[in-house]
């Protein structure tokens, strides 16, 4: 059987997508799967391809491989940008966006949609070079392969993480053979089968004694507490800037792990200064990365979480078992951060402050921070709540779906396939 599987654009539909990988590796190794990413994601998807054993090229020797292969290649694709809420004057000086950017940003979002549109039919037009399925984990990158899938009746399977889905994923729904969803609702959406959001099974609770040990790897004092502040692999402006603000009373009773994120790093060089060395030792209670690919480790090793509200990034705090406070910003298309958000706070299982209430009154994400710091029964059952949030199969469920597709090699209705997921 061939497999496609097609995910980028962000850190968040990459590390689902390879954890689905690693599930149909193990129920069949022999299956033959290609990895379609675009550019900027390539060597994400090849660094962490080779992490979970697998070998990844770009020449199709899949079958006389004894060990599992992954044929990983780039394609191109566009995003189309839009924010939720904005009037003119806010693309001159919301978070650094002009308007110039974003036209052009439009502009070059549109042709490279039309490449990857054309370079998807080119690679799919011979029936002989087409995959059995094709699993789409949402984004624009899915969407020309989406488009050209449909146009050789290829099946193929969307999953969506968020509790809105986002552009690409409403164009492909309705023609998907299985919509899976990572909520128990999906806005705007009936037919639909519910599996949970796919996590690396690195990310699993951790005993109190393991997270001590993970603070003395990381320089901590094992017996203080920790907060780890995150914006994503990319980081967050505002995160990063309201940390500027409450850094220095924070450290006051707490340590701080912060990462800053690749994009934004160079302008929190300043905060730098709160770390101290000693002979390779951590002298300080602060640690600041551009980004560590050891995020398992680095957030099992806290007591609290401050990150933003993308889905892949709470259900991993899900299965952790954390105590977190989202931060989601808003504006994004359809406001799936903040409904993501909103949806747990509801239920009790996280704390919630919004990124503009956040940039207005940085004190108050302070406040939040030192509360739960010093209250660990709250911790405990923001913790328990929000893990019980997790799917621990979700990963296999869609790997199972994904190769029945495959064997069916016909459409089939999202609720069905999720019933007999169920009854297996």
């Known amino acids: 059987m061939k497999v496609l599987v097609v995910g980028g654009g962000s850190g968040g539909h990459i590390t689902p997508a390879v954890a689905v990988i690693r ?5 069949k190794p022999r299956t033959r799967v290609e990895f379609w990413t675009d550019r900027k994601y390539y060597k994400n998807v090849v660094k962490i391809t080779t992490e979970i054993g697998v070998s990844w090229g770009s020449s199709v020797q899949e079958t006389s491989r004894k060990q599992p292969y992954i ?33 052009w940003g ?50 193929y399977i969307v999953h969506e993480s968020d509790a809105v889905p986002g552009l690409a994923n409403r164009l492909l729904m309705k023609r998907a053979a299985v919509v899976a969803t990572g909520w ?29 040990n993970l603070k003395k790897a990381f320089g901590f004092d094992p017996e203080r507490p920790l907060v780890v502040v995150t914006g994503g692999s990319q980081g967050s402006l505002n995160i ?13 009773f707490t340590s701080v792990g ?13 905060l730098k200064k709160y770390e101290e060395w000693d002979k390779a030792k951590l002298q300080s209670n602060f640690r600041m990365w551009e980004f560590n690919s050891a995020m398992h480790e680095l957030m099992g090793a806290a007591d609290v979480v401050v990150s933003r509200a993308g889905a892949t990034t709470i259900a991993e705090l899900a299965a952790l078992g954390k105590a977190v406070i989202l931060v989601p910003f808003e ?94």
């Open 23 to 27: 599930e149909i590796l193990e129920k």
């Open 71 to 103: 044929r990983v290649r780039k394609l191109w694709a566009g995003k189309f940008h839009r924010y939720v809420g904005w009037k003119f004057k806010d693309y001159f000086v919301y978070i650094g966006i002009t308007l110039r950017d974003l036209v």
């Open 106 to 155: 439009n502009i070059t979002g549109f042709v490279g949609f039309v490449a990857g549109f054309v370079q998807s039919f080119w690679r799919l037009l011979l029936p002989g070079k087409r995959p059995d399925v094709i699993f789409l984990k949402g984004g624009f990158v899915g969407l020309p392969v989406g488009l050209v899938a449909r146009l050789f009746k290829i099946p």
């Open 184 to 212: 128990s609702e999906l806005k705007g959406v009936t037919d639909y089968t519910q599996v949970g959001i796919p996590v690396a099974a690195e990310f699993k609770m951790v005993s109190e004694a393991q997270q001590k």
């Open 240 to 252: 990063d800037n309201a940390m500027k603000e409450i850094l220095p009373e924070m450290l006051k």
């Open 258 to 270: 912060l990462v800053a994120g690749r994009k934004h790093y160079e302008d929190m060089v300043e």
């Open 331 to 424: 504006r994004l298309p359809g406001g799936h951060q903040a409904k993501n958000a909103e949806r747990l706070q509801d239920k009790g299982a996280v704390v919630m402050v919004t990124d503009e209430r956040m940039q207005q009154q940085p004190g108050v994400l302070l406040e939040e921070v030192r509360h739960l710091v010093r209250s660990p029964k709250e911790r405990a059952t923001l913790a328990e709540k929000l893990h019980a949030e997790a799917k621990p199969d979700a990963a296999k469920s869609l790997a199972e779906i994904v190769l029945r597709v495959g064997e069916e090699g016909a459409p089939k209705k999202a609720k069905q396939v999720g019933q007999d997921e169920k009854q297996e």
